[in-house]
């Protein structure tokens, strides 16, 4: 059994930072071999914000946060965990932010392409 969970939304100034993390584990050991992070605000479809592989062989940010965010690994016991180092953030980076795995080992920036999904961690930016 796939379990993912997002950590870290809140509520920040313009021009202050948010670090999110999302911790991937299941029992059978099995990797997983890509990470990205999605976002949604209000009346809005879901929107790739950045993505990598585990081996380190790419990563994609998307135009919006290039130069802000960055996207890194980190492992532990029987998990894989990706953090989204958030600067210089603006109102419009407000939304419900979506961590998203799977094994596949290459990038991709489409939502659909990727196997399971964190609940979703709320960031909210005021000016």
């Known amino acids: 059994q796939v379990h993912v969970a997002e950590f870290g939304g809140g509520l920040v100034q313009a021009g202050g930072s948010l670090r999110l993390s999302c911790v991937a584990s299941e029992s059978d050991l099995e990797s997983f071999a890509s990470f990205a992070w999605f976002r949604q605000a209000p009346g809005e479809g879901r929107k790739f914000v950045a993505a990598r592989t585990w081996n380190d062989e790419s990563i994609r940010y998307a135009d919006s946060v290039k130069g802000r965010f960055t996207i890194s690994r980190d492992n532990g016991k029987n998990t894989m965990a990706v953090a989204l180092q958030m600067n210089s953030l603006k109102p419009e980076d407000t939304a419900v932010y979506y961590c998203?795995?799977?094994?596949?080992?290459?990038?991709?920036?489409?939502?659909?392409?990727?196997?399971?999904w964190g609940q979703g961690t709320q960031v909210t930016v005021s000016s």
């Open positions: 998203a795995v799977d094994r596949a080992g290459f990038v991709r920036l489409a939502p659909e392409s990727y196997q399971y």
